[in-house]
């Protein structure tokens, strides 16, 4: 019961499940923009430097996955900010959608590894 309600949760109340799931799964990421709903989105996340950063539902469909788009599009806003301090490794990343893409997913991953050894995901 408690399960189906979560479940449903995330999918009725999607903002809200967002802000509790930071808090709850002790997500502790200064993030640039607070990561915001999105209903209508494609993709899993998306950003624009300097501006926002939004979640889409496809990011809904797991534990794993909202983690992981949480940091992924964090990590674009962070790799903007380091090229415009002129930081040659962050301007070589950006310089190639692939790279900075797969550089983005990397640190996702690697953050939800460490992140799930200590908390618990449900799915
Ligand atoms: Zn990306």
Not at 15 to 30: A, G, L, S, T
Not at 61 to 74: A, N
Request: glycine residues 2%.
């Amino acid at each position: 019961m408690e399960d189906w309600f979560k479940y449903r949760q995330r999918y009725q109340e999607p903002q809200q499940f967002i802000d509790d799931f930071i808090r709850q799964k002790n997500i502790q990421v200064r993030f640039t923009f607070p990561p915001t709903f999105e209903s209508n989105l494609v993709s899993f996340g998306k950003v624009r430097v300097g501006e926002f950063t939004k979640i889409g539902e496809k990011a809904l469909i797991r534990d794993s996955e909202l983690c992981k788009t949480l940091i992924h599009e964090e990590i674009h806003h962070r790799l903007a900010a380091r090229e415009q301090r002129d930081n040659l490794r962050a301007r070589q990343i950006r310089s190639s959608l692939a790279l900075e893409e797969s550089y983005a997913d990397e640190v996702a991953n690697r953050y939800f590894r460490m992140k799930s050894r200590k908390v618990t995901f449900e799915h």
